[in-house]
């Protein structure tokens, strides 16, 4: 407080925000009474940027640049070339969106080196990020180009979905051999109508000539009728 007029808060915090009151005593019958609206913002953390290169022919450089605020609080965006603002580009070859985050831009080869900035504020605080069209144009890039930590959420997202893949599929492979193994194995049925077979060896008499004869001892008188 200086010479009991001025009031200093140091170290603000978001719920300092409101309205103060002073009472000032001119005379002892006059009275002024007058109050202060005191708003606290947090610092506006860098703005997240990300081009796309639609066409680039020897005519026309066609692509469009995101730039989006990051943190609590609502910010402000504007675009900027150079030293021209937003009002002064003109609306033919620039096309913005209805939030305000998103410029499209048409240039000719020869005007693209030029350098467009977004900036991210409150009345408090501001971010500026540049975007080169010269290098954008010639360079390409691939059809986009995201800040470090898409990257990096991008990579843990992927490594989280194989993870997760990988083990529902040895999760399945393990229940289906449980299942096996717990399954006793059926014996084979013979079946109810199926014959019985043996192999039989079978014997004709002898007959005609081929009767067996008995052998002759010798000095035995021949029987004109042998036996069969």
């Known amino acids: 407080m200086f010479n009991a007029t001025a009031l200093r808060i140091r170290e603000l915090q978001r719920g300092d925000s409101g309205v103060f009151g002073a009472r000032i005593k001119m005379q002892p019958a006059l009275v002024d009474d007058q109050s202060f609206n005191?708003?606290?913002?947090?610092?506006?953390?860098?703005?997240?940027t990300r081009s796309q290169?639609?066409?680039s022919t020897l005519e026309w450089c066609n692509l469009t640049l995101q730039c989006q605020?990051?943190?609590k609080g609502a910010v402000n965006v504007t675009w900027q070339r150079d030293?021209?603002?937003w009002g002064?580009?003109?609306t033919a070859r620039h096309q913005l969106s209805p939030d305000g985050t998103t410029l499209r831009v048409a240039l000719p080869p020869a005007a693209t080196n030029v350098t467009y900035a977004c900036t991210v504020s409150n009345p408090a605080d501001r971010k500026v990020a540049l975007f080169d069209l010269q290098s954008l144009c010639?360079?390409?890039g691939g059809p986009s180009a995201f800040s470090t930590s898409g990257y990096v959420v991008l990579t843990l997202i992927l490594v989280a979905a194989s993870l997760g893949g990988a083990f529902w599929?040895?999760?399945a492979n393990s229940e289906k051999?449980?299942?096996a193994a717990a399954t006793p194995a059926a014996p084979a049925e013979e079946s109810p109508g199926e014959p019985q077979f043996s192999d039989i060896v079978c014997r004709s008499p002898p007959e005609g000539n081929d009767q067996v004869r008995a052998p002759k001892t010798p000095g035995t008188p021949k029987n004109p009728r042998e036996p069969p």
């Open 38 to 48: 005191l708003s606290v913002y947090e610092s506006v953390p860098s703005p997240r």
């Open 53 to 55: 290169l639609l066409a």
């Open 69 to 71: 605020g990051s943190g």
């Open 83 to 85: 030293s021209l603002t």
């Open 88 to 90: 002064q580009l003109g």
């Open 138 to 140: 010639q360079g390409g």
């Open 169 to 171: 599929c040895w999760r």
């Open 177 to 179: 051999a449980a299942e």
